[in-house]
């Protein structure tokens, strides 16, 4: 069955771009010109993906995203947003309002497929907590044992790296910020104020002890790769 995506965008000629694509790469493609008929469609079907735009007559992206997340039906539906340049990208990924991945504008439709297919990979919530397994190239983990191997090698972990790779792992492709990863990771607890820059080094540190066990050159890293200003996405 056909993948279903909704995008909720107003700029009409754009809507029409990138629904012609979408529909060329085989899949369903239904659109919103504005926020709350965005949050009808929304709560009517469900999506395989949301693509939603920040600036939105009426209704706004981000409060979009926001309601979203906090209802049952959708609150699993990844969602790509869509910025305009010069906005803060901590504010649009993680905790804030819960966006998987964004894309700055303008952007090419190369990027933006390759975007939608990551988020079309990751696997449901559901697969991944019936499953005691996950392997990502010549990474694998086992949750029951809580063990990490490098092709035939066991790697040592320290509880916080496994909880911090296994979270990396699931997420594949996805920007995760600092925020989020923390909250995710250590809890909400952690997370003393929202700019508490103390908490973030503390995420900065685990990733470079991490790297320093599963990159070849801990220096120049393939597998965890820094999204500046926001954090980090695992290439896989
Ligand atoms: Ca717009």
């Avoid at 340049?85 to 497929?113: C, H, N, Q, T, W």
């Avoid at 559901?126 to 191997?149: H, M, N, P, T, W």
Wanted: charged fraction near 35%; hydrophobic fraction near 40%.
């Amino acid at each position: 069955m056909a993948k279903r995506i909704l995008i909720v965008e107003d700029e009409e000629k754009l809507v029409a771009n990138l629904a012609d694509k979408l529909r060329a790469e085989g899949y369903d493609v239904f659109t919103a010109l504005d926020g709350e008929r965005g949050w009808e469609l929304a709560r009517q079907e469900r999506y395989d993906l949301i693509v939603l735009d920040i600036m939105l007559p009426g209704l706004d992206g981000l409060s979009l995203c926001r309601m979203i997340r906090n209802d049952s039906e959708t609150a699993d539906v990844p969602i790509i947003m869509l910025t305009a340049r010069g906005m803060e990208a901590d504010k649009i990924v993680g905790l804030e309002s819960g966006a998987d991945d964004y894309i700055v504008k303008p952007f090419g439709l190369g990027e933006f497929l390759a975007r939608v297919r990551v988020q079309m990979r990751r696997p449901s919530p559901d697969r991944i907590a019936k499953s005691s397994e996950l392997s990502l190239g010549d990474l694998r983990l086992d949750f029951s044992g809580r063990r990490v191997y490098k092709g035939e090698t066991e790697l040592k972990l320290s509880h916080r790296e496994f909880d911090l790779l296994s979270i990396f792992m699931r997420n594949r492709g996805a920007v995760l910020s600092r925020h989020w990863l923390i909250a995710n990771v250590w809890g909400e607890d952690f997370l003393i104020g929202e700019k508490d820059k103390r908490s973030e080094r503390t995420v900065d540190v685990h990733v470079r002890w991490l790297r320093e066990k599963i990159e070849e050159n801990p220096s120049s890293p393939r597998r965890i790769s820094t999204v500046r200003g926001v954090g980090y996405r695992f290439e896989g």
